[in-house]
């Protein structure tokens, strides 16, 4: 880590009138934003003003715990100011290292009448939003910080606020008037201010309590955060977050969710490695073109690994039921069944320099000793597990995935929690942590439904401003893996559109959901996934309009990988190439829908539905497998027209020319 510079200054006031005179507040290090704090009859408030204009007015701060501390009337004691400036370099991400640039506010915090407890409002702008937490001394007189009601709110100034949000795990609420919101939200909660402000509200560093979800208030203009945490003194709470961009494209650069978690406390880090991963789930009753039939057994395992070897991807993963059922208590996760011999899987795969990934139930992890578990798979050699079960959300439930997290990170394991847990920022953390669900993986459940193409092109400010997710796109076989067993519905998507997906959801590891068949009968268009290391130097948002559309950029060395997608209308657009480097030649490698590509697909979704409908299942052709591939040399400021189908997508790979 390059510390760049640390500069401190000290402002105590006494009492709450004092506080008020001081006008107390602080701005971004560019000035963009304000944040200002005062406190009104015993109560603590915060504003936000962007650009010169006000978009968060006063807005409550505060919590109640159990048993009335800080229930009533609160006076401020003191408040100090601290800015802070240091680059960090991160293991994995969407950019090679981050400015971690802020101006801090500290609130000290006590009761107006005995036993006078205390307790601290710690506010931080930066220049892409502002963020808050609670921490609260050790002191005698408390002894648990156990979380009543708490008060954190954001009363967003606006006569017509837009929102999108993560109605539930499966689909995007949006654009949603204010007032026709119902119940609570969950986060990213993104909302559109103005023309030319957009803002995102979430959390960061939640270790030690419960997901928060967001209440909207009656005035429908202010969002306050409901969670629960329950602690010993000297406890602090997870960040408020509210993160602002002129653009909606803006808000997909922002590192303020990662720059608030604590640095990587793994010292070691040269075993974790992001890149592409094949995946068996889906394929189990897949017919191979020889007519092997893919199944929970070794010589299934044995084509994942050859085929990774074969094309230079990094992992193949072993889902669900290897070790027995999975929801049995009784399934030891230390030995396998079926048809699998694991050490000849695991010795096959080591010698193709290809990694093996694990999926292991939350009841095995807690009902088996997890130290046996894990020093097993450290003995057969695997490289990372894949948490599924753990369920919710609630504080019990993040501490033992944190729990596991860090007994991963003793026998060098890498974890993915395929849980709709939010991502945020723990990765900074703790850096094994290559990707979450959080979001329905793409195929899941009949009873779930698809993710529309607009839903596509929402998914980029709403789920994956909270961190990486893994949604396990990459669908080849369109029209005929509907027959397969473990795939449970339809997708409205080009081919194009699913490579593209690829890029444009950051994931560490990417979850490619199709048999080795499917990218044989496409290796053109598999290049694109093949070339892509989940990990990048550099990350641009080139046209973004929510629900409509999105272009993603993304450097690794000298080569640039683009990825968009539209919604169910389509589009083109002419794409200037200015973000290349001056008077370089570059080839360009364009995979595209054809004139005839279209998302929309006929006959029953699944066998289930087909027969709801009274129609004989059989996987019926559609327009979604067409593409086409060409190449160009380039160089920067030219222009490329871009043409995507409805549902469809986009994607280039360029790198210098070696002629």
Avoid at 203 to 217: F, K, P, Q
Avoid at 363 to 382: E, N
Avoid at 484 to 509: D, E, M, N, W, Y
Avoid at 622 to 639: A, C, F, N, P, S
Wanted: with cysteine; net charge negative.
């Amino acid at each position: 880590m390059k510390l760049r510079k640390i500069i401190v200054s000290i402002l105590l006031a006494s009492g709450v009138m004092h506080f008020v005179a001081q006008a107390s507040g602080i701005s971004s290090p560019d000035r963009s934003i304000t944040l200002r704090a005062k406190a009104t009859d015993g109560k603590l408030f915060y504003s936000v003003i962007f650009d010169g204009k006000p978009i968060i007015n006063d807005s409550r701060l505060g919590v109640e715990l159990r048993g009335g501390a800080f229930a009533g009337d609160l006076v401020v004691t003191g408040s100090e100011t601290t800015s802070f400036d240091e680059t960090w370099k991160p293991v994995s991400g969407d950019f090679s290292e981050y400015r971690n640039h802020y101006n801090e506010l500290t609130i000290n915090l006590e009761e107006a009448v005995a036993p006078q407890r205390k307790m601290q409002v710690i506010l931080r702008a930066y220049d892409d939003g502002v963020a808050f937490r609670y921490v609260f001394p050790e002191q005698p007189s408390l002894k648990t910080v156990d979380f009543l009601n708490e008060y954190s709110a954001v009363s967003i100034q606006s006569e017509n606020p837009v929102a999108w949000y993560a109605a539930s795990s499966t689909g995007i609420s949006g654009p949603s008037q204010f007032d026709a919101i119902q119940g609570n939200c969950r986060t990213p909660f993104t909302i559109e201010v103005a023309d030319d402000c957009y803002v995102s509200l979430h959390e960061a560093a939640v270790v030690n309590s419960s997901d928060a979800m967001l209440r909207i208030g009656d005035d429908q203009r202010t969002l306050t955060y409901v969670s629960s945490m329950k602690r010993p003194t000297g406890a602090v709470s997870a960040w408020r977050t509210v993160s602002i961009a002129s653009t909606a494209a803006e808000l997909v650069e922002s590192s303020l969710i990662l720059n608030l978690n604590e640095p990587s406390k793994v010292v070691d880090t040269s075993w974790i490695k992001t890149g592409v991963s094949l995946w068996d789930w889906r394929n189990h009753g897949g017919v191979a073109d020889d007519g092997f039939v893919y199944g929970i057994n070794t010589e299934s395992y044995i084509r994942y690994i050859d085929f990774a070897h074969e094309n230079g991807l990094p992992f193949v993963i072993i889902d669900a039921e290897w070790y027995g059922p999975e929801r049995d208590v009784e399934s030891d996760p230390t030995t396998y069944e079926h048809e699998i011999d694991m050490l000849q899987i695991c010795a096959h795969a080591k010698k193709k320099g290809v990694g093996i990934w694990l999926y292991i139930n939350d009841k095995a992890l807690k009902h088996f000793d997890l130290d046996k578990t894990l020093s097993t798979y450290q003995d057969w050699g695997v490289v990372g597990i894949k948490h599924g079960f753990l369920g919710g959300g609630n504080q019990v439930k993040n501490e033992f995935s944190i729990k596991v997290l860090e007994k991963c990170a003793e026998y060098q394991i890498m974890y993915n929690l395929h849980e709709p847990n939010k991502p945020t920022g723990v990765r900074r953390t703790y850096p094994h942590y290559i990707s979450r669900e959080y979001v329905n993986s793409m195929l899941d459940s009949a009873k779930r439904p698809s993710a529309t193409p607009a839903e596509i092109c929402t998914f980029p400010v709403v789920h994956n401003l909270a961190g990486p997710v893994d949604r396990s796109c990459g669908l080849f076989d369109m029209d005929d893996s509907i027959a397969r067993s473990k795939v449970h519905k339809q997708i409205p998507s080009t081919v194009v559109s699913q490579a593209a997906q690829c890029l444009i959801f950051p994931s560490g590891i990417l979850t490619l959901p199709d048999m080795p068949d499917a990218y044989k009968r496409k290796m053109d268009l598999f290049e694109f996934i093949k070339q892509l290391p989940m990990t990048w130097d550099e990350t641009r948002a080139l046209n973004l309009e929510i629900g409509k559309f999105v272009t993603i950029a993304r450097r690794s060395g000298n080569e640039w990988m683009v990825a968009s997608v539209a919604d169910e209308s389509g589009r083109s657009f002419e794409l200037a190439l200015d973000f290349l480097e001056a008077g370089v030649t570059y080839d360009v490698t364009l995979y595209e829908d054809t004139d005839e590509s279209h998302y929309q697909y006929a006959g029953g979704q699944n066998r289930a539905e087909a027969r709801k409908l009274g129609v004989k299942f059989v996987p019926t052709p559609t327009k979604r497998e067409l593409y086409q591939v060409r190449k160009e040399q380039l160089k920067k400021g030219d222009i490329i027209d871009v043409k995507i189908a409805p549902g469809g997508g986009h994607c280039l790979w360029i790198r210098p020319s070696k002629s």
